[in-house]
């Protein structure tokens, strides 16, 4: 693989300079904002601390991507939001449903099959360009939402609002090429924006959600 290979997807870029994106590198403070915000609220709470980290992780591997652009900084753009994806899902899994870590790790693993279906299936849609590898996650939020509306119906809201949010945070990223001429500096930065808020939302939800099963186990 080609580490430094130069990657040029986004309008905002008009070459290979380390500030061709401005908007798009510093909108990324979004991620550690929310981060930052979180890991106070947090506190005693340690999955949810773990993923403030690599919610802040996710902002500097983006920034680095932006700034950069090169397919190392690529890759440490998608592994910190590939890590918090699978951190989420163990977090919830065992929260929720009320399993150890062993079953809760093997519900997190069925994520792995379920987005190599899913992902050549929204790659179909033409419009969606390279949102497709993305487009999978807000629906297996909706399903969950779903899931537990019964069980658990606050944190089901929480989840398809934050479901919703993703899905308009996607609409700007598959937004930015189509409008290039007409928004020269593009729509990605909003990805970053509100996926901050997005990131932040579930995180909170979930910290909502411990302390109420906490209550309930000393009531």
Known sequence: MEWTRYVDGYCERMGPEYWAEP???ITNLAFVLAALVMWRRAR???LA????VVLGLIGIGSYLFHTHAQVWAAMADVLPIIGFILLYLFAVNRAAFDVSGWPALGLTALFIPYAGMMVPVFSLVPALGGSAAYAPVPLLIFLYAGFLRRRLPEFARGLAIGAGLLVLSLAFR???????EAIPMGTHFMWHVLNGVMLGWMIYIYVRLMHQ???NSHA
């Open 44 to 46: 005693g709470v340690p």
């Open 23 to 25: 908007i798009n590198a």
């Open 49 to 52: 601390r773990a993923l403030c």
């Open 174 to 180: 598959t937004l930015d090429e189509p409008v290039c």
């Open 213 to 215: 099963k906490a209550r």
